[in-house]
Structure formats: C-alpha cells, structure tokens
T-cell receptor, first 114, second 114 residues
Framework: DQQVKQNSPSLSVQEGRISILNCDYTNSMFDYFLWYKKYPAEGPTFLISISSIKDKNEDGRFTVFLNKSAKHLSLHIVPSQPGDSAVYFCAASARGTGTYKYIFGTGTRLKVLA | DTGVSQDPRHKITKRGQNVTFRCDPISEHNRLYWYRQTLGQGPEFLTYFQNEAQLEKSRLLSDRFSAERPKGSFSTLEIQRTEQGDSAMYLC????????????FGSGTQLSVL
C-alpha cells in the first residue's frame, strides 16, 4: 500500500521556466510534509517543508502548496535551473498520532534543459 | 558540524554473510533514522530512534535486521544471513526532534550481495 505517490516518474522543463512536481497521499492523518532532492550516489538533501496548518510555504525559488481536501501537494521551482536536475521525493509524517516516521514517495526525475 | 557520516560507503558480501553498517549523526540530534532505497524507488522506512530508544520498526522488516543506538549517539544496522534481495542503498538520517524538524541524510552505504 503506497501511501505517498508521485505519479510522474520524470519531467523535462526548459531553463527559466516553472517546474511543477506533484505528490498525492492517501493517509488523512499525515500532517507534515517534506520535499527532498537527490543526486546520484548522494543522500537526499532537504528542500522545503509544510505543516498541514498551512496551505503554502515559500523559500527562495521553491514553493510548496498543500491541498488537504484533495490530499495533494506540489512543489514549484521558479525559475528552473540546470543544477535543479535531480530526483525529487516528497515525504509525509503523521506526527499528530505520535510517530515521527516519514513515508517517502517513489520520486520524480526532473531534467532542466539549457 | 560535519553532517551525517556513514561507514562504509560500499560493501560487497556473499550471500549468507553478516554485515554491519555504522551511522554517526549530527551531534545533538536526538532522532536517528534508517532507510533502505532500491533503484527506482523512494527511501523505505526501516526504523528510528529517539536517543537510545528504538521507537518504531517497519512491520516489513525481517528479523534478520537489527539496529542499535547504545549511547544515543552513533547507530549500527546489522543484517544477518544476507540475501540477494538485501542489495540496496542503506541511508541514515538524523534530526533535532524539534517543531519544524527536517531530516539530514548521510551519503548512504551501498550493499551488494553476491
């Protein structure tokens, strides 16, 4: 049972344009979400987080949107740069239930074309 | 602050052998996580510790896997009687355990079971 889903395995975007990466979840108890970027042979690197009490969080070129009713979140990268080419993972936790375990999605490979 | 350190970076072993991996978290981080990642998948939760207490363990985790964090600092993950299906990247992460926490990952240990 994949509780966190990233249905697009890959995405190509032109440099300077917006990249939108999507993530869906099934567990309504999830209340905290993280986005990570991963390069080959390295561990994931934290990008941005959002709590379920918010519907948007921004940090520089990265913005995460949360739609709780749709159980959907998205990561926007504007403007996209070639260095953003990596695999992106979303992760979710149900902290209100007393756990700090994070469930990760399967990832989306972003390629930013110069 | 040197980040999360994992040792070894690579391990090749024969089926049936035991292997042990070490993780040194960021100092003062009280939560420590172990994840496993295979090609094309997201990180799969294995277990996590708060200080020296192992708070949660994946139900899918075979009893051949055991993790310890004896003094609440470094952690070890042991796999007994390795199988080819254990071949994966084993990732360790740590966090401060505060509101708005994020996980900091190490570079992982790549295990190949022949």
């Amino acid at each position: 049972d994949q509780q966190v889903k990233q249905n697009s395995p890959s995405l190509s975007v032109q440099e300077g344009r917006i990249s939108i990466l999507n993530c869906d979840y099934t567990n309504s108890m999830f209340d905290y979400f993280l986005w990570y970027k991963k390069y080959p042979a390295e561990g994931p690197t934290f990008l941005i987080s959002i709590s379920s009490i918010k519907d948007k969080n921004e940090d520089g070129r990265f913005t995460v949107f949360l739609n709780k009713s749709a159980k959907h979140l998205s990561l926007h990268i504007v403007p996209s740069q070639p260095g953003d080419s990596a695999v992106y993972f979303c992760a979710a936790s149900a902290r209100g239930t007393g756990t700090y375990k994070y469930i990760f999605g399967t990832g989306t490979r972003l390629k930013v074309l110069a | 602050d040197t980040g999360v350190s994992q040792d070894p970076r690579h391990k090749i072993t024969k089926r049936g052998q035991n292997v042990t991996f070490r993780c040194d978290p960021i100092s003062e981080h009280n939560r420590l996580y172990w994840y496993r990642q295979t090609l094309g998948q997201g990180p799969e939760f294995l277990t996590y510790f708060q200080n020296e207490a192992q708070l949660e363990k994946s139900r899918l985790l075979s009893d051949r896997f055991s993790a310890e964090r004896p003094k609440g600092s470094f952690s070890t993950l042991e796999i007994q009687r390795t199988e080819q299906g254990d071949s994966a990247m084993y990732l360790c992460a740590s966090s401060l355990g505060q509101e708005g926490e994020k996980l900091f990952f190490g570079s992982g240990t790549q295990l190949s079971v022949l």
